[in-house]
């Protein structure tokens, strides 16, 4: 019984294969839909898959037991935000960094920084594009960021308090402006104002992957605010003694920054406390967007896909009504007639996943070799690609072929 089944299926199969074989371009312009959807699936969760390695990455650099304190929301926001609300925040200052560190038995370290835009350096040769990410530091963001300097050093705390002029510097700035040279010892400018440069970062790529971390520069915390301005809040990062003291860490600086701040205990703070599983949760949010858009527009393609096959499968039950009517004559069955009939919209739909699976497999590995990018296509996301697009010619391709298997056989034998 078994054997038969086997030798029908394979029966059917092959004349499935046979099929769309003889009309390779019909058949082909009628899987466009399918493929576009697999492929759409393919790369999209190849494209999350690749950000999730990249955050993880990215964050696991900053150590488990490091977080941050800043007066405004941090990492990717979804939705409508009310930045005036966090406008009205009190600015984070070098009074509360000098608290943290005083009065939080858990806390290690901590330091200050401040973004300043983006910037064009220049040097007695060079010059860079106004894209160089500057940043103002106290000479423990090096111990606090999860960078280390690959040639020369970080400015130390004297050069903080005296403001000397002295900077570290990112390779991609380093390259750009001292090709072929040495950086160390030599002088930049930053809005006019004379630097020597002290240390160059580890390499580190792209953050995210959205933008270089090599492309940036670091100076004093003082000199900064000296030249960009005062008004503005530093971003605090603060080290627990160890992973296991990172909560009583964030509530002893919590409760502190609250009483300084004078918060009212039914308020909500005005500071945000980031760490690694915040951004890492922010960035799940995201993906299940992503994810969502993809499957949405997937869901669409196989639809329109959907329609080709049953088109061209209404098609060929017409065109081969003569030789259906023959087979059921000689002793076909119906459910025989039903599963070639279905089986060939399987075989169709599913050559199409095929297409579409390989060509976003080709899109993810273009992605890894032209940009770097960890793009990774998970199994899952292949299994359910497969899944998808034979469930599609299952779904479109039962009414034709339940509308083969019901033909009168001496009105088909007639039929031309």
Known sequence: MKARRFIAFWDNLRLALGTLASNPLRS????????????TVVTMMALVEGLRTKVTTDLSNLGANVFT???????INLGRI?????????????????????????????SAHTWL????????IAETQPNVIVQGATSEWIDTSGRAVSSGRFFSVNEVEEARPVVVIGLDVAD?????????????????????????????????????????????????????GRNRSLRLNVQAQDPTQLQRAQDEVTALLRMRRNVKPSDPSNFEVDTNESITRTFNSLSQVITAASFG??????????????????????????????????????RRIL????????????????????????????????????MSVPAWAVALALLMSSGVGL???????????????VEAMRSE
């Open 395 to 409: 779904v479109f391709g039962i009414y034709p072929a339940a509308r083969a298997a019901a033909l009168d056989p």
């Open 117 to 124: 835009g983006a910037n064009k350096i220049t040097s007695a």
């Open 69 to 75: 304190i800043s007066k405004w929301p941090a990492g």
């Open 82 to 110: 009310d930045w005036r609300r966090y406008q009205k925040r009190p600015n984070l200052g070098l009074e509360d960094l000098r608290a943290v560190r005083e009065g939080c038995p858990a806390v290690t370290t901590a």
């Open 176 to 228: 750009k402006l001292f090709p072929s040279q040495d950086p160390l010892g030599r002088e930049l400018r930053i809005r006019g104002r004379v630097f020597q440069v002290v240390g160059v970062l580890e390499k580190r790529g792209k953050v995210f992957g959205l933008f270089s971390a090599d492309n940036m520069l670091i100076l004093p915390l003082p000199n900064a605010l000296d030249i960009f």
């Open 339 to 374: 599963g070639q009939f279905a089986l060939e919209a399987v075989t169709l739909s599913l050559f199409g996943g095929v297409l579409g699976l390989l060509l976003g497999l080709s899109l993810a590995a273009l992605g890894r070799w032209a940009f770097g990018f960890p």
């Open 297 to 334: 527009l997937c869901l669409l393609s196989l639809i329109v896909g959907g329609i080709g096959i049953l088109n061209i499968m209404l098609v060929s039950v017409t065109e081969r009504t003569r030789e259906i009517g023959i087979r059921k004559a000689l002793g076909a069955k119906r």
């Open 28 to 39: 082909l312009l009628t899987l466009l839909g399918v493929v576009i959807g697999v492929t």
